[in-house]
């Protein structure tokens, strides 16, 4: 149980921040960076996002000890967070800057990295997807749950130097 809650803690990555006020969520900084105007009603990085692939995963498996490196020498933060009450995350415009310069597109950078640490937090509990979670956690589908289980060995070995939780 400590181990997935260490993996948990790796894909959510609570990092302190030098940057306050510089945060945006998701689709609200895909906008911005974009040069459109902001939607009245911010959408989520969740929002009309396919369900993760199994290609999709591993690939972001592959990204995400860097981005952790790179994150924590930058003292940046990316986390989960609540946008008018919808599941959303948050990161600043610098690491949306670096997600994009490892090809990705931040927007689904970030939404692999909270479904797939819901994911993990569905399979920590029991695998109960009905169960009560945090209002931060996007919804999963049974296919993401499935490569969480799949790949719970590559998820946890990304996370291998995060420090256990003391109980």
């Known amino acids: ?14 990092l302190t921040s030098g940057l306050p006020g510089e945060f945006f969520s ?30 999709e995963l591993l690939s972001f498996l592959d990204v995400l000890p860097h981005f952790r490196a790179w994150a924590k020498a930058n003292n940046e933060e990316a ?15 610098q690491a949306a800057a670096w ?12 939404c692999v990295m909270g479904r797939m640490a819901a994911a993990l937090a569905i399979v920590e509990e029991g695998n109960d997807m ?5 209002k931060d956690m996007p919804e999963v589908t049974e296919g993401e749950l499935a490569l969480a289980r799949r790949h719970l060995g590559t998820m946890l070995k990304v996370s291998g130097d995060v420090a256990p ?3």
């Open 130 to 134: 009905n169960g009560v979670r945090s």
């Open 165 to 167: 939780i003391s109980r």
């Open 1 to 14: 149980m400590r181990t997935l809650l260490a993996g948990m803690a790796v894909l959510c990555l609570t």
């Open 79 to 93: 986390h989960p967070t609540l946008t008018n009450g919808k599941p959303d995350f948050m990161y600043s415009p």
């Open 26 to 55: 998701g689709q609200a900084l895909a906008a911005a960076s974009q040069g459109k105007k902001q939607p009245s009603k911010p959408s989520t990085v969740y929002e009309k996002q396919p369900p993760v692939t199994d290609k």
């Open 99 to 110: 997600v994009q310069q490892q090809g990705w597109d931040p927007v689904r950078f970030f």
